[in-house]
């Protein structure tokens, strides 16, 4: 199929094409110059494809496209987002006997973001009118630009709007993609106007949503992990509108956004989150772990089965990883109690996360008892299990949240006895994550332990990269270059592997400050440890 080049956009242009978000108001229909109607049509009669999934996920997914392709489809973004405020126009133009032109209302009206027009937008998902032929993201791994078949797929007016609406029902969780390239490829399956009916039906008379919101977000970050520099002025600009909503719907649809978009946490951290849910109190926050309405918000009702990827799901882990902060010491039997709302799911199975969350709680009255509750709680999950490992860690970094140092014997010896038991991903390796993001002042004295464990020579590429990453953070200058470490990832498969593990073993050492004693083991100075809490 033949295409057009068109001249590539000014830099200017490029701007506004990255940031839609940004506001564009009064644009439409001018005294002055063509209706959008006229504008609209004469898009039809010149570009020659419409890239749904990059206009609705607002990015460019792919760089192969055939030369002119891009520079076409950032020209007719910049006509829609010319467009946008002439919602009537819009409106009308839904109707209009082109169904090229029906796609570029749709398009002009999804880009406005604004949820009052998705009944438009839905009127035609039953829309079998062949349009603009789509360009998505190719599976092929090759490099540099790939002929347009690779691209090109045929679509209909509402194959567009069904992934318009799709996006926001799977912000609400409603459908389980986004989008056919999020599918492998594959068709999704339709999403019809009862479901729709069903959707709307819940939030028709709402001013906001928590999923409005993360529709939002998601458009914003570009769904881009870590965040953009670029992208910012745009998450900040929804940030700030969150910001405006009432309590307690502001630390609701912040908790429910923040979770989705991980790389938020740049702007938003732990600890401004736990800030904000502080003003809801732990009554209301004990609620969301008993799996209870805290708002009639439909997006913040818990689902009938839980899953860890679901919003209320990572909502509760929240409060259950900072409940120190945000409960009360009294709460940790009630904590404990609330695992029952989340039944059949082998995730479940050990408790820990409410184990670690009750001993927390308890520990702030009685630190000792807390801290034999969770080793026994540890020493009750199987390492043969195939998430022995993983439950086990979520115990153990609550032992080192709680007591710190105080537990560096005993969380090295379990480091060492977990060893041989991990699996992809490296339990091992997130507990150290975890602890390094914890940041207490003694982490150099549980990380002297590891290295200094008569099991050091056992630990692998992984693990022992970690400690390296943190370690170097503390120096002026690395023990071993980052692009060294990476250099010797396992799959590089170098025949120099161990040996350069053996050298950065000894680094590690030297910089703790061991000396090889007697039967190989390792010690140093009781001078040079500070006491135990």
Known sequence: MAYIHLRPV?????????????AVHGAG????????????????ATATHFATDDIVRNRWGERRWPEGLLEEQQHLLAELLAARGARTELQALLHSQDPKVRILALGALFIREDPRDLPLIAGLLGDRAATFPRLSMSFDSRGGRLPLSFFESAQTVGDVAQVMIGSYLAAAFRVS??????????????????????????????????????VKMRRATRDSSPLQPQYEIDVRRVLAEIDGLPSPERAWTLLYVRQDQS???????????????????????????????????PDLVAPARPAWNLPHTKAARFVLAHAPDLLRPS????????????????????????????ARLQGLQNPVAAAQSLKAGIQRIPLTHILGASNQRVLAFALWQMRGAAERSFLADWFYTALPFVRSPDALEYFLRDVEKENRPDTSLLL????????????????????????????????????????????????????ALAG?????????????????????????????N
């Not at 056919?180 to 959707?199: C, E, I, K």
């Open 29 to 44: 229909a001018s005294s002055q110059g063509p209706s959008v109607q006229q504008r609209f049509e004469r898009l039809a």
């Open 448 to 499: 002297g332990a590891l290295v200094g464990h008569a099991r050091f020579e056992q630990m692998g590429w992984a693990p022992l990269s970690r400690i390296l990453e943190m370690v170097n953070k503390t120096l002026p200058s690395p023990l071993v270059e980052q692009n060294t470490i990476y250099r010797y990832r396992p799959p590089s498969e170098r025949p120099d592997q161990q040996e």
């Open 263 to 297: 790389q938020l946490d740049t702007l938003v951290s732990d600890a401004a989150m736990v800030t904000a849910l502080k003003s809801v109190g732990p009554d209301a926050l004990m609620k969301v772990l008993r799996r209870e309405r805290v708002s009639d918000d």
């Open 504 to 532: 950065w073993r000894r680094l590690l050492r030297k910089h703790f400050g061991l000396e090889v004693t007697r039967g190989s083991t390792w010690s140093r100075a009781p001078e040079t440890l500070a006491p135990a």
């Open 331 to 358: 709460d940790a039997g009630a904590v404990l109690a609330s695992v029952a709302g989340y039944p059949a799911n082998p995730n479940f199975e050990y408790q820990t996360e409410w184990i670690a969350a009750s």
């Open 10 to 22: 000014r830099r200017c242009l490029l701007v506004l094409l990255f940031g839609p978000l940004a």
């Open 177 to 214: 993609a986004f989008g056919r390239t999020m599918a492998g490829g594959t068709d999704l399956t339709d999403v019809s106007a009862s479901d729709f009916q069903t959707y709307w039906a819940e939030r028709s008379t709402r001013t906001q949503c928590a999923s409005w919101f993360l």
